[in-house]
T-cell receptor
Framework: GESVGLHLPTLSVQEGDNSIINCAYS??????FIWYKQESGKGPQFIID?????DKRQGQRVTVLLNKTVKHLSLQIAATQPGDSAVYFC???????????FGKGTRLSVIA | NAGVMQNPRHLVRRRGQEARLRCSPM?????VYWYRQLPEEGLKFMVY????????ESGMPKERFSAEFPKEGPSILRIQQVVRGDSAAYFC????????????FGSGTQLSVL
């Protein structure tokens, strides 16, 4: 289930189940979105991206859904594995010379 | 193709000293970004540079912090007269251009101020 910890919200899932991580982005002018995975002691690692002219994009075991009406982004991980345990961040970007803005992050904990 | 390289991985400084963090972007990338991360928090943008130019420094404190990306050599984030509140992980990222593309991150420098 999902719970809010001291700082980061945490999502606990059983190995083999599907995971859904949600993100509410802030800027209606954002037109590019990325999901990053960050393992302990490491830098963020690119997972998947989506542009605002799409509402769904699939990768290997991952799917990103974009709902511009409610400014919502989700990351679905199929058949979650222990190696998926990490903190997941969504990031948004507007057109032009603007930096990526990161969301707060969700910790995914996979129970073997 | 080596990724984004940051050094040192860990840096310990006493209050009042200077900290220099280095970042070499991926080969072929001319855009560098610096972010700061506190434990259990997201990444906060600090500064965005192209070769020899600062494009956006809106996230960087006006005092004690500076960044450069010279024509030759790595990008440097410099923190003068460090204070305990500067303790954090500092991440560098690079991209090929500025047209809404993914950033590739280094492993970060963990700065600890004693």
């Amino acid at each position: 289930g999902e719970s809010v910890g001291l700082h980061l919200p945490t999502l606990s899932v059983q190995e083999g189940d599907n995971s859904i991580i949600n993100c509410a982005y802030s800027n209606s002018a954002s037109d590019y979105f990325i999901w990053y995975k960050q393992e302990s002691g490491k830098g963020p690692q690119f997972i998947i991206d989506i542009r605002s002219n799409m509402d769904k994009r699939q990768g290997q075991r991952v799917t990103v859904l974009l709902n511009k009406t409610v400014k919502h982004l989700s990351l679905q991980i199929a058949a979650t594995q222990p190696g998926d345990s990490a903190v997941y961040f969504c990031a948004e970007n507007m057109r032009g010379n603007t930096p990526l803005v990161f969301g707060k992050g969700t910790r995914l904990s996979v129970i073997a | 193709n080596a990724g984004v390289m940051q050094n040192p991985r860990h840096l310990v400084r006493r209050r009042g000293q200077e900290a220099r963090l280095r970042c070499s972007p991926m080969k072929g990338h001319s855009h560098v970004y610096w972010y700061r991360q506190l434990p259990e928090e997201g990444l906060k943008f600090m500064v965005y540079l192209q070769k020899e130019n600062i494009i956006d420094e809106s996230g960087m404190p006006k005092e004690r912090f500076s960044a450069e990306f010279p024509k030759e050599g790595p990008s440097i984030l410099r923190i003068q007269q460090v204070v305990r509140g500067d303790s954090a992980a500092y991440f560098c990222a690079s991209s090929r251009g500025n047209g809404n593309e993914k950033l590739f991150f280094g492993s970060g420098t963990q700065l600890s101020v004693l």
